[in-house]
């Protein structure tokens, strides 16, 4: 880990770090027994599966905060919600991208954030600190507020990150994300007609967390997304914030399920203005 603690009140260094080895153990665990275990049942659409694994990696996740933030809250994206008393939530995504993981296309993710306020309500929560981790590739991105986001690649030295100072719309190379319902779809790819001929091109990596650390890493000028639950974007947000990126929502509000929109300061607004027009 690298930078000082900005962040008064909340102990965040240790929280990136708790939030690093929970990232890493589930990531090991989840390529410990590759996809074979199969599906265990779908949520919104037939097509949004949940695997053995992401029920096993999310059960993980939980017994290890509850052993060592036994007051904090839990939401998570396969279990109910545990309440706690000490104002932080545990946001949890067991494996962001379960579609690829399936297909074992090697872009899924552990995230795992730490946030102040209510994550289910838009602009009422903060990222304090948060930890996306590709197992496939053993890239761990890792945050705290105010000390800046971190690549780290297996054993190596973390490198700091910082997005694309881009600022041209036509030369933007941008990632989407589709929702798993046909009707939300139909009206997503409504949006991907209109924004596709406006920009570079479109990447659909399929992890909205790995979409937003992209965004950080520089290797997307942009991202949006509509209907994102809180598991899949709190960690990724913080590494866009502290990579210098800026996260918006519709309307100019904050980001949320209605819209999520992550980019450099400069293209951000004219980015969130071309998927909303
Ligand atoms: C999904 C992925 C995908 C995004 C969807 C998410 P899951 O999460 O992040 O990229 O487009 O909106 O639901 O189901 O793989 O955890
Ligand atoms: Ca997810």
């Known amino acids: 880990m690298s930078g000082p603690d900005r962040e008064p009140g909340w102990p965040t260094g240790e929280l ?11 990531g090991a665990l989840i390529l410990a027994r590759p996809p074979e275990l199969g599906v265990a049942a779908t949520k919104s659409s037939p097509t949004d599966v949940v695997t053995v694994m992401d029920r096993r990696s999310e059960t993980l996740l939980r017994d290890r905060i509850a052993a060592a933030r036994p007051d904090d809250a839990v939401l ?11 104002g932080l939530t545990w ?28 994550p289910r309500v838009p602009g009422a929560w903060e990222t304090v600190a948060a930890a996306v981790f590709n197992p496939v590739t053993g890239e761990m991105f890792h945050a705290r507020a105010g000390g800046g986001a971190w690549l780290r690649r297996g054993d190596g030295a973390p490198a700091r990150l910082q997005v694309r100072d881009s600022t ?18 139909q009206r997503q790819g409504e949006v991907l007609a209109r924004v596709l001929p406006q920009v570079r091109d479109i990447r659909r990596a399929g992890s909205a967390a790995l ?26 947000v913080l590494l866009v914030t502290e ?24 293209l951000a607004p004219a980015l969130a203005a071309c998927v909303q027009a």
């Open 91 to 118: 946001v949890i995504d067991p494996i962001d991208g379960t579609v690829n993981y399936l297909y074992d296309i090697g872009a899924y993710a552990v995230s795992v954030a730490v946030c102040t306020g209510d």
């Open 168 to 185: 041209d719309l036509s030369a933007a190379l941008v990632g989407t994300g589709f929702g798993y319902r046909p009707q939300v779809r």
């Open 211 to 236: 979409d937003l650390c992209s965004v950080a890493a520089g290797r997307l000028d942009g991202y949006y997304e509509s209907g994102l639950n809180p598991w899949d974007m709190a960690g990724g």
């Open 76 to 86: 998570g994206e396969e279990e109910a919600d545990t309440p706690g008393s000490s």
């Open 16 to 26: 990136e770090q708790l939030a690093i080895d929970l990232a890493a153990e589930a």
């Open 243 to 266: 990579a210098g990126g800026a996260v918006l929502g519709a309307d100019g509000g904050p980001a949320g399920t209605a819209l999520t929109v992550a980019a450099g300061p400069r």
